[in-house]
Structures are given as structure tokens and as C-alpha cells.
């Protein structure tokens, strides 16, 4: 029992990098894009970077609030509660 609640987590991230590929994109849009000329491309290229820097930004926040909190913690800069 307890060595299959640690795989857990192992075999979803399994499942989802499993099924990355065809989350790509539809067929059409994947063929249309790629069909397209440079000026269609660069527009395509500049969708993808933003929605990358978009999911990005949440998780830089949290991390960086999470390393200024863990660093008060470790220099005792943080009262007692």
C-alpha cells in the first residue's frame, strides 16, 4: 500500500508527458501553421512565447515570495507566532 501511494505521482507525471504530444495542437491548425509563409510563423512563434511567459509568471511570483520567506526564516527576521 504504501509503496504504491509513492509511485502515484510518478505515474501521472507518466500518463501527462505520455499524452503531450497530442495535446500539441489539432491536426488542421498544426498543418495550417506549418503551411503558412514567415510573416504567419513569426506570428504563431510570438503566441506560443507569450502564453509560455503568461503560465511562467504565477510561479516565478510564488517562488520568489517563497525564497524571501524561507530566507527571513533562516536569518530569524520573522517573529514568532
Known sequence: MRTTRRMMPWLAL????GMAGDALACPNCKEAV?????????LANGYSWSI???IAMPF????TGTLM????VKRGALPEM
Open 14 to 17: 507518466l500518463v501527462v508527458l
Open 60 to 63: 516565478t511570483l510564488l517562488g
Open 52 to 54: 509560455i511567459l503568461m
Open 34 to 42: 506549418a503551411n503558412q509563409d514567415g510573416d504567419a510563423m513569426r
Open 69 to 72: 520567506v524561507v530566507r527571513a
